[in-house]
């Protein structure tokens, strides 16, 4: 079954760091580009971060540039997304997903909190 | 990086169909045959309906058609079913190599 698991969320106060990750199986991990995805509680979708197949080739939204790092373990099949100096308005359900430029699929996602 | 532009709400009675509009600007919708379509029950992940602004993943009823004329994408859902009452994202590639979303509607079925 092809499958990615997000775990690493959780609740830290503005300006700390946090990592994510996401475990795939079930696919060829390093065939793909992975995205990162973010929902804001009762709000829509942001696209946050993608990386290429090989993690040579990466971009990021204006609104994470800076502070978040995405990056991929091809041997341990797992993505990452290094998250410093957060923000209030970083807390969401993070999604990885998996795709070039449609996401077919997805993973259950984590929740990030940023609260003082 | 502004969000792709789509109605909060549609709806439509079993049977029927409704077509959901995604506006974007020349350096999204309109210069990239790259839309896709995402389902989202609550409480769930999100799901790919279309790809590529009309192809179908594998699973994905026919009632499900994508299309596009100019910096407009559209999602109609024919034959409309309970099931379908969701929220529906697009999102398009973009210049300067990054995706955007459209903000979401809410499709009720009456």
């Known amino acids: 079954e092809v499958q990615l698991v997000e775990s690493g969320g959780g609740l830290v106060q503005p300006g700390e760091s946090l990592r994510l990750s996401c475990a795939a199986s079930?696919?060829?991990?390093?065939?793909?580009?992975i995205h990162w995805v973010r929902q804001p509680p009762g709000k829509g979708l942001v696209w946050v971060s993608r990386i290429n197949d090989d993690g040579r080739i990466t971009s990021y939204a204006d609104s994470v540039k800076g502070r978040f790092t995405i990056s991929r373990d091809n041997a341990k099949n797992t993505l990452y997304l290094q998250m410093n100096s957060l923000r209030a308005e970083d807390t969401a359900v993070y999604y990885c997903?998996?795709?070039?430029?449609?996401?077919?699929?997805w993973g259950q996602g984590t929740l990030v909190t940023v609260s003082s | 990086q502004s969000a792709l532009t789509q109605p909060p709400s549609a709806s439509g009675s079993p049977g029927q169909s409704v077509t959901i509009s995604c506006t974007g600007t020349?350096?999204?919708?309109?210069?990239?045959?790259?839309v896709s379509w995402y389902q989202q029950h609550p409480g769930k992940a999100p799901k790919l309906m279309i790809y590529?602004?009309?192809k179908r993943p594998s699973g994905v009823p026919d009632r499900f058609s994508g299309s596009k004329s100019g910096n407009t994408a559209s999602l109609t859902v024919s034959g409309l079913q309970a099931d379908d009452e969701a929220n529906y994202y697009c999102s398009s590639y973009a210049d300067s190599n990054i995706l955007v979303f459209g903000g979401g509607t809410k499709l009720t079925v009456l």
């Open positions: 079930g696919f060829t991990f390093s065939s793909y580009w």
């Open positions: 997903a998996r795709g070039t430029m449609g996401f077919d699929t």
């Open positions: 020349s350096s999204d919708v309109g210069h990239y045959n790259y």
């Open positions: 590529e602004v009309s």
